[in-house]
């Protein structure tokens, strides 16, 4: 399972002008591995997809963090 995960998490993509739904539910199931190294969770999201916002990098509240990203940055896997 581990090695699984680990394969997942190296091969998201960080180029491209959206993110799939499909992609940040993969970041999702891999981010106990960021959080293990200490970063917030928008921390981590941005550090992964190479996205500049300071809102989300520096903010702590997880829940907001996701909405935030499901709004700004997520778009359907159906187009």
Request: charged letters at 30%.
């Amino acid at each position: 399972m581990l090695a699984a995960l680990l394969r997942d998490y190296r091969s998201l993509s960080t180029k491209s002008s959206g993110i799939s739904k499909k992609r940040y539910d993969t970041w999702r199931t891999t981010y106990v591995f960021d959080a293990l190294k200490n970063q917030r969770y928008g921390q981590a999201f941005c550090n992964r997809f190479k996205i500049t916002d300071n809102i989300l990098f520096f903010d702590t509240d997880s829940d907001f963090c996701h909405r935030y990203i499901m709004k700004n940055y997520i778009h359907d896997d159906k187009k």
